[in-house]
């Protein structure tokens, strides 16, 4: 190991801020013995910083239909392999209810862009789960105007996960037919100034990613402060346009949790199940590199295999109940304890506590 990547390193360990070309220069690293190093410090800032919990979120996907047509995304709209559905709103409630039972502290309302969801209708399910749990909701559900997120606000959402996927315009447009990524951090702004607790996050191995790609999706994370982090691998869709491409590396994507646990100590970041599906080991490996939190799914077992953004997908085929019991296995078997509560991120409680407002999961 080079004596300019130990320093980065130790730059890393006292909290200071690496440059662009810093981190693309730690990117770039190929030794084995460089991410060990940076694996075990992030899982040690981990400890330190939000403790030995990892935080369970129930995943409702109640709808795959989609208005967008992104290149890498198996519900896009120009996919016509895809058999549709949508859950009924009352559907949606009583599976909230479910993850209630389960023990969930959050559920996310998680579907495709889908505008039959109209800003009254996902409203009046924000509030009827509101009224009959204590959950704490978190929605994904895409670019929506600013008047839609203030209403779900309104009625109490408390999270919103919108992960911009990946930092450089150019790449975010080829990808992204007709959007930009400036309209995709606008929405991130507009969801911090309405008081959500935020999500992005990034996927790995795009095509003609670069690890200067990274290291500015690194940054744009630290820049926007988001509370909640979402990194996962590129996994090709055989019903998409990039089908034929190379998919991006399991190693890589757990080496980029570590520094962004590294860059951002009190955020909350899942390990997700994208990395579950490419190796069995991949969410354990992943809580031991950083990550801090588990997403299992709750959507009704029929619906399952039909949310495909990526092929190979993991826990389609169990109910609900057989997930929560995996899931506290795993964490377990990490030496970890399965954390209660809401769960919401430090850093979004420590934001709220300086602002007098008050931190969904308190």
């Not at 006292?14 to 410090?41: F, M, V, Y």
Request: charged share 25%; with cysteine.
């Amino acid at each position: 190991m080079s004596r300019k990547i130990k320093a980065l390193i130790a730059k890393l360990a006292a909290g200071d801020g690496p440059s662009c070309e810093e981190l693309t220069l730690l990117i770039s690293q190929t030794d084995s013995q460089i991410w060990q190093e940076i694996r075990l410090l992030a899982d040690s800032v981990r400890a330190k910083h939000v403790g030995s919990d990892v935080h369970l979120r129930g995943l409702i996907e109640f709808s795959n239909h989609c208005r967008a047509n992104c290149l890498y995304c198996g519900l896009r709209r120009e996919n016509r392999a895809l058999v549709r559905y949508r859950l009924e709103p009352q559907e949606i409630v009583e599976t909230a209810l479910l993850a209630d039972q389960l023990g969930y502290g959050t559920v996310v309302l998680q579907s495709g862009e889908d505008p039959f969801y109209t800003k009254e209708l996902l409203a009046e399910i924000i509030a009827e789960i509101k009224g009959r749990t204590e959950l704490a909701i978190t929605l994904s559900v895409g670019e929506r105007t600013f008047d839609e997120y203030a209403l779900w606000r309104e009625k109490g959402a408390d999270r919103y996960l919108l992960r911009h996927e990946t930092a450089d315009p150019a790449l975010y447009a080829s990808l992204h037919p007709k959007r930009t990524l400036e309209e995709r951090v606008k929405c991130l702004k507009a969801l911090r100034s309405l008081g959500y607790e935020v999500g992005a996050g990034f996927m790995v191995g795009l095509p003609g990613q670069t690890p200067e790609t990274l290291a500015r999706d690194l940054l744009l994370l630290v820049e926007l402060d988001v509370d909640m982090i979402g990194i996962g691998p590129f996994v090709p869709n055989p019903h998409t346009p990039l089908a034929r491409e190379e998919g991006g590396s399991f190693e890589q994507t757990v080496n980029m949790v570590a520094l962004t646990r590294l860059l951002m100590p009190t955020a909350n970041i899942p390990a997700t199940t994208a990395m579950g599906s490419l190796r069995p080991d991949g969410r354990e490996i992943t809580l031991k590199a950083g990550a801090n939190v588990l997403m299992p799914n709750v959507t009704p077992k029929r619906f399952r295999p039909l949310y495909e953004i990526y092929p190979g997908k993991i826990c389609t085929d169990e109910e609900a109940g057989q997930c929560r019991l995996c899931i506290e296995g795993r964490i377990k078997s990490c030496g970890r304890t399965v954390g209660t509560g809401q769960g919401a991120s430090l850093k979004y409680q420590q934001r709220s506590a300086l602002h007098g407002n008050h931190a969904a999961g308190q």
